[in-house]
């Protein structure tokens, strides 16, 4: 599965692990926080994935670190056609194991911003693997999004519900060895624990009334 640091990805990654054999698949692109690096491996290792690969794509950027680009609509942390990528790289990965699914963390509330979480991606995407790759299209791989129904505040809830460890991830865009609580991702992680009734192991303020 593409596990990134954040509380989707660990939640998507506790949600099948019952039930499947998990490879985990993590990109280092330019300026992610190294922080959510550190965290995408602590979470694998405590979920106790088959294996965590690292791909460094340093050459990607998002929005607001390329120069003159306008990306009207979009957040700074955008990255052009990001999930074409990803998924291409899994579905390379998928083909070298032999995996019957690529799976990633998506809620439902991403398919309001990226047009690149949309179901028709995704349908479009798996077509196009099918039909470039004789391995995938034997093993019928599928692109699976288990949080794809969920907003945010029913994945925080989900998490809770699954003890997956929340001290472990990481929501911030900022680099430094505490959240910010000033930045996009931080707020928007704040805002989901309050209304989902959960205390966050990492804020300060502990929102929330499940521990």
Not at 3 to 23: E, K, M, N, P
Not at 72 to 100: H, Q, V, W
Not at 178 to 197: M, N, P
Request: aromatic fraction near 8%; charge should be positive.
């Amino acid at each position: 599965m593409l596990l990134s640091g954040g509380v989707d990805s660990a939640t998507c990654l506790y949600l099948i692990r019952a039930h499947h054999a998990v490879r985990a698949l993590t990109f280092e692109y330019h300026g992610i926080a190294a922080r959510e690096l550190q965290s995408a491996k602590a979470i694998a290792a405590e979920a106790g994935v088959v294996e965590h690969r690292l791909t460094r794509l340093p050459d990607l950027r998002e929005a607001a670190d390329i120069p003159g680009a306008r990306f009207p609509g979009l957040p700074p942390t955008y990255i052009p056609l990001r999930n074409s990528i990803f998924y291409s790289i899994a579905a390379a990965y998928a083909e070298e194991t032999g995996a019957g699914s690529i799976v990633g963390g998506h809620n439902r509330d991403d398919s309001g911003v990226f047009r690149d979480v949309s179901p028709e991606f995704f349908t479009t995407l798996e077509r196009a693997f099918w039909a470039g790759s004789a391995v995938l299209r034997r093993n019928k791989t599928r692109i699976v999004r288990p949080l794809k129904n969920r907003t945010k505040v029913q994945v925080v809830r989900l998490a809770a519900s699954l003890k997956v460890p929340l001290e472990l991830t990481w929501s911030c865009h900022r680099d430094g060895n505490e959240h910010c609580w000033k930045c996009d991702g931080c707020s928007s992680r704040r805002e989901s624990f309050a209304k989902a009734g959960v205390k966050d192991p990492l804020d300060p303020q502990r929102e929330g009334k499940i521990t």
